[in-house]
């Protein structure tokens, strides 16, 4: 028969385990966030301009951090698979979405029947960057800039044609987008990746195309593809002698700005604290003239300013142009 002293010793024993075993958790749980590393999820496959993108920034908010910061890919469904995979993980802020224009505010505003709401299914913490396109043409096409290709398309109506990365990308509505404005008569041809859009511009079975510079300038450096406009204000330093569509004169291609962009997203339910922390360390690395020379030189693209309320508002203006313009574009083409 056990006696009771020795069942009072194996209680008291049992008890200071659970004190320690339950300090312990306290003591993990009020530590400062991050403590473990944290979880990028991109949308798209290993390779692109985008994976570019993503690893160079995850680097620098590891940095920031002082944490490991690593790249889940879960590409498909024009990045639903990549939010539907945050979506459905712990509101930790160690899950997060770096996503693309595309699933931000340019399908948002085409389409009616995407499985989530940016605005609603999601938190935002900044965005990272903005960037400029390439408007890009078949080497063989007797055009050399924007008014020519205007000019062309009308003197061969049905004869020409644009390719896309896919129905509902970015390279599609701006092309679509850019087509309608100019009244220029060009049937979509939809791929899968921007690199076969410049293989069709090779053969010469395709005829235009639009995609990210760093996408768009190997095909234009060895003569694949002839640039003849950059989308924005500005000439970018990567291609001095390409015009801005600002230059065409014509004040409705602006809108045609950025190409794309790139943000931060985690779950619902994310403490505040939490991504307040994510918003600041994006913010530093953005302000880190490192980051910028990089982001700009190597990256082609523009780091961005400003905190999630900013990013919300643009993103909140944004849909609303691409909700304007929905009646010109045909998904299913």
């Known amino acids: 028969m056990t006696s009771p002293l020795f069942i009072k010793k194996v209680l008291a024993l049992c008890l200071c385990a659970a ?5 312990g958790l306290a003591q993990a749980q009020a530590q400062p966030f991050p403590n473990r590393p944290i979880k990028v999820i991109l949308g798209y496959a290993p390779g692109g301009s985008t994976d570019a993108f ?9 940095e920031v ?22 979506q459905a993980a712990p509101a930790d802020g ?7 224009g595309s699933a931000f505010s340019q399908g948002p505003g085409i389409r009616n029947d995407l499985p989530y709401d940016p605005l609603k299914d999601m938190v935002l913490i900044g965005m990272a960057a903005t960037s400029p396109g390439v408007i890009v043409v078949s080497a063989n096409l007797p055009v050399n800039n924007i008014r020519e290709l205007i000019a062309h398309s009308k003197a061969n109506p049905g004869k020409l044609n644009y390719g896309s990365s896919g129905v509902g990308s970015a ?8 087509v309608t404005l100019t009244e220029m008569n060009i049937e979509h041809i939809p791929f899968k990746a921007d690199t076969e859009i410049i293989n069709g511009m090779s ?6 195309g639009m995609a990210t510079v760093q996408a768009g300038l190997s095909a234009v450096a060895s003569g694949r593809a002839k640039a003849i406009a950059v989308t924005g204000s500005r000439r970018l330093q990567s ?17 045609v700005d950025p190409y794309t962009y790139y943000g931060l997203a985690a779950p619902v339910g994310t403490p505040p604290a939490v991504i307040a922390r994510l918003s600041e360390a ?46 010109h574009v045909k998904l299913g083409e």
């Not at 160690?94 to 693309?100: H, I, K, P, S, V």
């Not at 053969?203 to 235009?208: C, D, I, L, P």
């Not at 291609?239 to 809108?255: A, F, H, I």
């Open 19 to 23: 004190s320690l075993a339950l300090g």
């Open 54 to 62: 993503g690893r160079y920034y995850v680097q620098k908010l590891s």
């Open 65 to 86: 951090l002082n944490t490991p910061v690593v790249i889940d890919f879960k590409p498909g469904a024009g990045q639903v698979l990549a939010i539907k995979t945050v």
């Open 94 to 100: 160690y899950t997060l979405w770096l996503g693309a």
């Open 171 to 178: 390279s599609h509505l701006q092309s679509a987008y850019l």
């Open 203 to 208: 053969t010469g079975s395709v005829h235009m």
């Open 239 to 255: 291609l001095p002698n390409v015009p801005s569509l600002s230059e065409t004169g014509q004040k409705e291609l602006d809108g």
């Open 282 to 327: 994006l913010q530093k690395v953005n302000a880190n003239p490192e980051v910028i020379a990089h982001v700009r030189d190597k990256l082609y693209a523009e780091p961005a300013k400003g905190d999630a309320e900013s990013f919300r508002q643009f993103i909140v203006k944004d849909t609303a142009k691409w909700k304007a313009f929905a009646k």
